[in-house]
């Protein structure tokens, strides 16, 4: 089994920063993309960024500028530093990992539990 294990949410005024953190462990061979989602009350989830294994990262539009994706191939762990936080970026945030397990040709997709953010204006 795998598991993505996220911290870092919280409550921040608009304007402020904050750092989401995301750990898996398990029956890891390795890791591909990984990602970070959001999802706001009554709303789809959208992708907010994801970062391939050698560091090219892609970012929705909304957050370009204000938010950083980043990860530590060694820890299994991405990252996501948001600044310049607006009301709007208020929602529940997941982090998925496209992972390959051991003993294991194929590819599967997994998701944490979510981290809620809330932004006040």
């Known amino acids: 089994q795998v598991q993505l294990v996220e911290s870092g949410g919280g409550l921040v005024q608009a304007g402020g920063s904050l750092r989401l953190s995301c750990a898996a462990s398990?029956?890891?061979?390795?890791?591909?993309?990984m990602g970070w989602y959001r999802q706001a009350a009554g709303k789809q989830r959208e992708l907010v960024a994801d970062i391939t294994r050698d560091g090219s990262r892609n970012y929705a539009d909304s957050v370009k500028g204000r938010f950083t994706i980043s990860r530590n191939n060694v820890k299994n762990t991405v990252y996501l530093q948001m600044s310049s936080l607006k009301s709007e970026d208020t929602a529940v945030y997941y982090c998925n990992a496209d992972v390959v397990r051991r003993n294991s040709v194929s590819r599967a997709d997994y998701w944490g539990q979510g981290t809620q953010v809330t932004v006040s204006s």
């Open positions: 398990g029956n890891i061979l390795s890791i591909y993309n």
